[in-house]
C-alpha cells in the first residue's frame, strides 16, 4: 500500500468526506490538515457521525491500517 503517515482514513457520510486520525491509544481526532472536511462548509452532525464511527471501530482500523502496511 503506498499510503502515508499518520494513520488515517477517510469516512464519507451524506456526502461529506472527513479525514480522520487514528490514535495509537485507539482515540480518534479530525485532521490538521487543510482539506480534512469537504465540501465546505459541511454539516457538524455529519462530521460527528464519522468521527464516533471512526471511534466505535478504531482498534479494527488501526489492525487494518497495520495489515495494510506490511
Known amino acids: 500500500m503506498d499510503d502515508h503517515l499518520p494513520v488515517h482514513v477517510h469516512g464519507f457520510y451524506a456526502g461529506t468526506r472527513v479525514i480522520v486520525e487514528l490514535m495509537s491509544d485507539s482515540t480518534v481526532r479530525l485532521s490538521p490538515r487543510r482539506g480534512a472536511v469537504s ?32
Open 39 to 70: 465540501p465546505q462548509p459541511a454539516k457538524r452532525s455529519d462530521v460527528n457521525h464519522i468521527l464516533r464511527t471512526a471511534e466505535k471501530y478504531a482498534d479494527e482500523l488501526l489492525k487494518l491500517w497495520s495489515v495494510a502496511r506490511g
